[in-house]
Nanobody, 124 residues
Framework: QVQLVESGGGLVQGGGSLRLSCAAS????????MGWFRQAPGKEREFVAS????????YYANSVKGRFTISRDNAKNTVYLQMNSLKPEDTAVYYC?????????????????WGQGTQVTVSS
């Protein structure tokens, strides 16, 4: 079965950095776009970033553009999210998802499998 396991979350001061990882198994990783979404308490899950199967295309939410970078290593079946200049409003549970498509998108309905999430807390 497909498993996506996120790691790298934690508590960080505003302005700091974290790198999230998502290790995938049970699927042909290099055939799927991957994405990161987040959900803050009392809010709906929202798109953060996505990357196409071959890393040729990436998309970012306006709120994280210029601060976050998504990347992937198909040899390691892993997708990353480098988060810099973190703000308290970035506090959320971050989820990675695997798309049903090779091309990257921004809608959560495109993503079939999800990880369990990792908590990111940014203090002011």
């Amino acid at each position: 079965q497909v498993q996506l396991v996120e790691s790298g979350g934690g508590l960080v001061q505003g302005g700091g950095s974290l790198r999230l990882s998502c290790a995938a198994s049970g699927l042909t990783f290099s055939s799927h776009a991957m994405g990161w979404f987040r959900q803050a308490p009392g809010k709906e899950r929202e798109f953060v970033a996505s990357i196409s199967w071959n890393s040729a295309r990436t998309y970012y939410a306006n709120s994280v553009k210029g601060r976050f970078t998504i990347s992937r290593d198909n040899a390691k079946n892993t997708v990353y999210l480098q988060m810099n200049s973190l703000k308290p409003e970035d506090t959320a549970v971050y989820y990675c998802g695997s798309s049903r498509f090779k091309s990257a998108g921004t809608l959560d309905i495109e993503f079939v499998y999800w990880g369990q999430g990792t908590q990111v807390t940014v203090s002011s």
